[in-house]
Structure formats: structure tokens, C-alpha cells
T-cell receptor
Framework: DADVTQTPRNRITKTGKRIMLECSQT?????MYWYRQDPGLGLRLIYY???????NKGEISDGYSVSRQAQAKFSLSLESAIPNQTALYFC??????????????FGPGTRLLVL | RKEVEQDPGPFNVPEGATVAFNCTYS??????FFWYRQDCRKEPKLLMS???SGNEDGRFTAQLNRASQYISLLIRDSKLSDSATYLC?????????FGAGTTVTVRA
């Protein structure tokens, strides 16, 4: 079984709809992240959480919100979806142990299309 | 200026060839450097860390040039399975910055 899972894997929605993307992990990591990936732009950080009580905005948090329900679960919501939120969304965890080096472990991604 | 920049490619090479490409970063105080591999429509996965002295992992060699602020990845004896997009990742103060990726296509 995958260590980091995302649901749904694909989603088509309409402008103005609220949707939630869910992420679960079995790696036991405290740190979790949400990224979006657009062609030519690389991965951009939306939100991150260093533990259950810690939520931080990333570089492109406008239009998004998150919830860290448990160490293993981190959900991303689009309150009112718009077409430019069409992208590939990745959840990730990391094995941070106090130094500047950390490995990110990504989920399989959610392809979102906003019409 | 983007924090991390990569030549998008694609680099089209025959099997057995050597291919190399760079990634430049803008913040001279960056602390850690990595290469991730991303197959088409899949999630990125760590390929290797990049150490100051340079390091190898099989056919892959990574180098860091702090003076010129770039890291490089060299792939020797390319295999068809090396076809992927290679993402450069730079960390400073626990903040990760990703490059947009360099696409490599190895042909038979």
C-alpha cells in the first residue's frame, strides 16, 4: 500500500463549487504539505503543517484553505473554485529531523479541472 | 527572478549517451540541494542529494558549485528508463524551492 494517498485522483468541477482534496499518510511524519504543479512553473507551495496544531501559508494560499485533522490527515479545500485553479495537486510529507536536509514523499497527485 | 531555474529541455539522447544539465539558484545562502525525478503524470521522487564535494549514485553524478550558484546532474550510459523530468530542489531555512524541471528523453 502507498505511504501517501490522495483522494480523489481526478476531479472535474464547475466554477464556484467548493471541493475538498484529501491526503492521508502512514509514514508517521509530522510535516505535511500541499503543492500545485502547473506546466512550466514547477511545484508551488500552497500550505504546510509542521504538526497537528501548526498551519502555515505557502506562496500561493489565496483561494485555498486546509485542515489538519490528525497527524496522518491533511485536507485542502477550494472554497469557490475558479478555472485558474485547474492544476495537478500533490500532497507530501517529509522526514525532517532537525537539519537543513529533508526528503519529501509525495502522494500520487490529484488532477483537478475547473470548468 | 525565479529562485530556482532549469533549462526545460527536452534533452533527446540515444541509449548509452551521457547527458548533463544544470540548475541555477538565486539565494547564495541556500543550504541543501537535491535532484528529484518525475515520470510523466506521476509524483516526484527523490533521486539524490547533492553534497558540496560532489557525489555519485551509480550512473548519476551530482555536483554543486557554490561560487556560481548552480548544481548539475550527469547521467552516464543512459537507459530508456532514465526518460523523465528531473526537478532541482533547493532548501534555505527549511523552505523548499522547486525548479520547473528538465525533461530528458532517451531513445533506442
Amino acid at each position: 500500500d502507498a505511504d501517501v494517498t490522495q483522494t480523489p485522483r481526478n476531479r472535474i468541477t464547475k466554477t464556484g463549487k467548493r471541493i475538498m482534496l484529501e491526503c492521508s499518510q502512514t509514514k508517521g511524519h509530522d510535516r505535511m504539505y500541499w503543492y500545485r504543479q502547473d506546466p512550466g512553473l514547477g511545484l508551488r507551495l500552497i500550505y504546510y503543517s509542521f504538526d497537528v496544531k501548526d498551519i502555515n501559508k505557502g506562496e500561493i494560499s489565496d483561494g485555498y484553505s486546509v485542515s489538519r485533522q490528525a497527524q496522518a490527515k491533511f485536507s485542502l479545500s477550494l472554497e469557490s473554485a475558479i478555472p485558474n485553479q485547474t492544476a495537478l495537486y500533490f500532497c507530501a510529507t517529509s522526514d525532517f529531523e532537525g537539519g537543513p536536509r529533508e526528503t519529501q514523499y509525495f502522494g500520487p497527485g490529484t488532477r483537478l479541472l475547473v470548468l | 527572478r525565479k529562485e530556482v531555474e532549469q533549462d526545460p529541455g527536452p534533452f533527446n539522447v540515444p541509449e548509452g549517451a551521457t547527458v548533463a544539465f544544470n540548475c541555477t539558484y538565486s539565494n547564495s545562502a541556500s543550504q541543501s540541494f537535491f535532484w528529484y525525478r518525475q515520470d510523466c503524470r506521476k509524483e516526484p521522487k527523490l533521486l539524490m542529494s547533492v553534497y558540496s564535494s560532489g557525489n555519485e549514485d551509480g550512473r548519476f553524478t551530482a555536483q554543486l558549485n557554490r561560487a556560481s550558484q548552480y548544481i548539475s546532474l550527469l547521467i552516464r550510459d543512459s537507459k530508456l528508463s532514465d526518460s523523465a523530468t528531473y526537478l532541482c530542489v533547493v532548501i534555505k531555512d527549511y523552505k523548499l524551492s522547486f525548479g520547473a524541471g528538465t525533461t530528458v528523453t532517451v531513445r533506442a
